[in-house]
């Protein structure tokens, strides 16, 4: 089975301009997490889609949102990037029972 | 609220020797799964066990050992005759089960740096 794919796999981008980023998780997975990654902060959750719904979300601004295909793959958006959104972003996805996540390599965000 | 901790920011051994990583967790719940990944260099987090809180069972797997203690709150991850391939990140991660959605939380991770 091939695993978690994400795309673009780096992106450099300036303050204000907004990102979109893809996902697609393992075949029969229908749970798509994404998380951040940064020196400062460590891993955080975003949020969580399941068969198209959020179920869940961090605590991370109105800037960040995403959505859920019906084909599972997932998509966040970053809108009016800032310095401090720069870091690794990335994406897991797990089966009905939700029990263990798997990971993409990741997005590598830069924001100038 | 739930947190991971792990005591050890970097650990440095020389190959072949044995190191342990420290996790220290928090959880109101009685059933909830504790994870171990692994991050190389090149970013992506590499699952490496699972156990959820009914399963005190002890496990080695290869190179690997688990030792988790629900008295202690803790879940600790053993290499044997480290090599230089197991430098990483590790992260311990604890999952409510049973939760609705998905909301892992990680530790800040442990850098381990294995010489040759």
């Known amino acids: 089975k091939a695993g978690v794919t994400q795309t673009p796999r780096y992106l450099i981008k300036t303050r204000g301009q907004q990102v979109t980023l893809s996902c697609s998780p393992i075949s029969g997975h229908r749970s798509v997490s994404w998380y951040q990654q940064t020196p400062g902060q460590g891993l955080q959750f975003l949020f969580e889609y399941f068969s198209e719904t959020q179920r869940n979300k961090g605590n991370f601004p109105g800037r960040f949102s995403g959505r859920q295909f019906s084909n599972s793959r997932s998509e966040m958006n970053v809108s009016t990037l800032e310095l401090g959104d720069s870091a690794l972003y990335l994406c897991?996805?797990?089966?009905?029972?939700?029990?263990?996540?798997?990971f993409g390599p990741g997005t590598r965000l830069t924001v100038l | 609220a739930q947190k991971v901790t792990q005591a050890q920011t970097e650990i440095s051994v020389v190959e072949k020797e044995d190191v342990t990583l420290d996790c220290v967790y928090e959880?109101?719940?009685?059933?909830?799964?504790l994870f171990w990944y692994k991050q190389p260099p090149s970013g992506e987090l590499v699952f490496l066990i699972r156990?959820?809180?009914?399963?005190?069972q002890n496990e080695i797997s290869g190179r690997y050992s688990w030792n988790f203690q629900k008295s202690t709150s803790s879940f600790n991850f053993t290499i044997t005759a480290s090599q230089v391939v197991d430098s990483a990140v590790y992260f311990c991660a604890l999952s409510e089960a049973g939760n609705y959605g998905q909301n892992f939380v990680f530790g800040p991770g442990t850098r381990l740096s294995v010489l040759p």
């Open positions: 156990r959820n809180s009914f399963d005190e």
């Open positions: 897991a996805s797990s089966d009905w029972t939700g029990d263990t996540q798997y």
């Open positions: 959880t109101r719940d009685t059933t909830y799964y």
